[in-house]
């Protein structure tokens, strides 16, 4: 695992995007972290990245969004259990070719895939963020 330290937003969002190139097609990445560390504004950078245009918006209601199959941008954060989750198909996009980006996987978590990728982000102070990855 590498640290990276974040001072902005924008910063955290660059860093993501350098970050996108690194990852492969079918790649599942668990973005873990408190409310508000920094997570939705890492797959903005992601998508920004992997060159997808359409706007990321936090996916709290629909539990997750999909960018044209190439990005599957998820919160769990809302999830009730995890026959909840496998009713809702969220495990159907894991092998469909697209990136997962998985917010709150914990609540999921005997429906991911035995490998995946880790990103951790903590909050230091305002505005900066320990982005272990
Ligand atoms: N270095 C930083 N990296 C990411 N977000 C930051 C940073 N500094 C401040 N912020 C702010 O923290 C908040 C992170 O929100 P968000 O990405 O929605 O969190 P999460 O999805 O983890 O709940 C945003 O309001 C953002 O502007
Ligand atoms: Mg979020």
Sequence with gaps: ???FISTSREDTQTFASEYAKTLR?????LL????GAG???FAK??????????????????????YDG???????YRIESVAQAENLGLADYFDMGGICLIEWSQNIAPL???SVKRVKIKKLDENRREIEY
């Design 70 to 76: 190439r990005l599957f941008h998820y919160d769990c």
């Design 45 to 66: 950078g992601v998508a920004q990245g992997l060159g997808i245009e359409e706007e990321v918006t936090s996916p709290t209601y629909a539990y997750m969004n999909d």
């Design 39 to 41: 997570k939705t504004v």
């Design 25 to 29: 097609a079918g790649d599942v990445v």
């Design 112 to 114: 991911l895939p035995k």
């Design 1 to 3: 695992m590498a640290i």
């Design 32 to 35: 873990d972290g408190d409310m």
